[in-house]
Structure formats: structure tokens, C-alpha cells
């Protein structure tokens, strides 16, 4: 079983729908990442969060630690959120990946 | 803007050819990081740097080996490609912030072709 689990592995949904992608973890954390990929390879970080819940724009990240479960959510999705998104649990300076939840989002 | 820049974005090699991948990084940060991206497995880690000239091994260190001679620069050395080395290498930097360490930003990518 691997230490970062995340689902769905391909989420395809219509444009302003509401996205959920969900991430478990088995090990210890100082701090759970959010990453997205578009395709070409660029990773840029989305949230990096220990506790509670963090919300940037259009998108809200939230954690609950007793459970070490995650979730990232899309309001009002438009096809350029269109990406992998990855979840990664950080211990210290070191991160595990999850295998990243492909996102279509259809016009 | 910051940035991690990474010397190619696309390499072809021969079997048993030793390459060479650079990485820099312009914000002055203690840690760097090369993982290698496979589909279906994730990111995985090959090596890190804490400081120059310090290195440790991740979990993928194999047929790998890195050298940190300064700050801003960490190279990823394959010393005897082989094929099963065919991968998207990915180069990354993070800081320490005084109790925990900040989000790690990521280079482009290269995508390695080992023949």
C-alpha cells in the first residue's frame, strides 16, 4: 500500500461543476502540499497546510489530521483548471507523492 | 519571480553514455531536490542537498550519483545510462523558514531518452 493515496485517478467533469479530489496519507506529516501539473511537466505548489483549511482563489484545500485525510476542491471549475493535481506528504524537508488525480474539465 | 531552471528539456542518449543534468536556482535556498517522474508511480526521490557539498540519498539513489559544489547549482549524474532510466527528471529547492520548511518550487522538467 502506498503512503499517499489519492482518488479518484481521473476525474472528467463540466465546466462550473464543483471538484473534489481527495488524498489519504499513513505516515506522520509536518505539512500536507497540493501541486498541479499542466501538461508540458511545470509543477507549481497550490497549498502547503498542517491544519484547518486554506482557500486561494477559486480553490480550498483542507486537512483533518485524527483521520490524515485531505481534500482540494474546485468552485465553479473552468477548463484551464484542466491538470494533474498531486498530493504530497511532507515530513520535514522530504515529500511522498501521491500518483496525482488527472483533471478534465469538458467547455 | 523565482525560479529553478533546468539545462534541457528534452535529451536523447545511447546506452552507457554518462549524462549530465543541471539544475540552478536563483532564491538563495539551502535544499535541492532531483526526483524522477514515471507514470503510474509518482514522483519519486533520487537525491537531495542540504548544503553544498552535502548530499543524501533518496529512495531511488541507483545508478545515480549528484554533486553540489555550489549554492545555486545541484547536478544530477547518470554515470552509465541505461534504459530503464528513461524518465522525466524533475529539479526542485526549498528553504527552511526557523521551525518548519517552505513549499519546494520545481524546475521544468527533462525529458530523458535513453537508447
Known amino acids: 500500500k502506498n503512503e499517499v493515496e489519492q482518488s479518484p485517478q481521473n476525474l472528467t467533469a463540466q465546466e462550473g461543476e464543483f471538484i473534489t479530489i481527495n488524498c489519504s496519507y499513513s505516515v506522520g506529516i509536518s505539512a500536507l502540499h497540493w501541486l498541479q501539473q499542466h501538461p508540458g511537466g511545470g509543477i507549481v505548489s497550490l497549498f502547503m497546510l498542517s491544519s484547518g483549511k486554506k482557500k486561494h482563489g477559486r480553490l480550498i484545500a483542507t486537512i483533518n489530521i485524527q483521520e490524515k485525510h485531505s481534500s482540494l476542491h474546485i468552485t465553479a471549475s473552468h477548463p484551464r483548471d484542466s491538470a494533474v493535481y498531486i498530493c504530497?506528504?511532507?515530513?520535514?524537508?522530504?515529500?511522498?507523492f501521491g500518483t496525482g488525480t488527472r483533471l478534465t474539465i469538458i467547455p | 519571480d523565482v525560479k529553478v531552471t533546468q539545462s534541457s528539456r528534452y535529451l536523447v542518449k545511447r546506452t552507457g553514455e554518462k549524462v549530465f543534468l543541471e539544475c540552478v536556482q536563483d532564491?538563495?535556498?539551502?535544499?535541492m531536490f532531483w526526483y524522477r517522474q514515471d507514470p503510474g508511480l509518482g514522483l519519486r526521490l533520487i537525491y537531495f542537498?542540504?548544503?553544498?557539498?552535502?548530499?543524501e540519498k533518496g529512495d531511488i539513489p541507483e545508478g545515480y550519483s549528484v554533486s553540489r559544489e555550489k549554492k545555486e547549482r545541484f547536478s544530477l549524474i547518470l554515470e552509465s545510462a541505461s534504459t530503464n532510466q528513461t524518465s522525466m527528471y524533475l529539479c526542485?529547492?526549498?528553504?527552511?523558514?526557523?521551525?518548519?520548511?517552505?513549499?519546494?518550487?520545481f524546475g521544468p522538467g527533462t525529458r530523458l531518452t535513453v537508447l
Open positions: 532564491m538563495d535556498h539551502e535544499n
Open positions: 542537498s542540504y548544503d553544498v557539498k552535502m548530499k
Open positions: 504530497a506528504a511532507g515530513r520535514n524537508e522530504k515529500l511522498t
Open positions: 526542485a529547492s526549498t528553504s527552511y523558514a526557523g521551525s518548519s520548511y517552505n513549499e519546494q518550487f
